[in-house]
């Protein structure tokens, strides 16, 4: 099983990114899927997470608003699109999946990607 996150770089405040998780070895819908975040220094923050059927969204007060989780069945991939970011949005930004328990707990998760830096400009 493999995660591969993707679509971070360097964006002015304001600005917008979409990164892109794509799971091989397993079905994204068939589990939850979250996205969560690290800055230097910080413990890893949740930012959102998407139920199996895809209906319920969760998403961590920070971000609420402006930030957009996703499922692709068909490219099995799990997206985060980001919009109105600001500098302290900052962090390596991890998806994961296979959830048994609490959304917003990192361990609950089985299954994590190897991360993409989201980098934003005051």
């Known amino acids: 099983v493999q995660l591969q996150a993707s679509g971070g770089g360097l964006v002015q405040a304001g600005g917008s990114l979409a990164l892109s998780c794509a799971a091989s070895?397993?079905?994204?819908?068939?589990?939850?899927t979250g996205w969560f975040r690290q800055a230097p220094g910080k413990e890893r923050e949740f930012v959102a997470a998407?139920?199996?059927?895809?209906?319920?969204?969760v998403y961590a007060d920070s971000v609420k608003g402006r930030f957009t989780i996703s499922r692709d069945n068909a490219k099995n991939t799990a997206n985060l699109r980001m919009n109105g970011l600001k500098p302290e949005d900052a962090a390596v930004y991890y998806c994961?999946?296979?959830?048994?328990?609490?959304?917003?707990?990192?361990?609950?998760?089985?299954?994590w990607g190897q991360g993409t830096q989201v980098t934003v400009s005051s």
């Open positions: 070895g397993r079905t994204l819908s068939a589990y939850a």
């Open positions: 994961a999946d296979s959830l048994r328990g609490y959304y917003h707990v990192p361990e609950n998760y089985a299954y």
């Open positions: 998407l139920t199996s059927s895809g209906v319920t969204t």
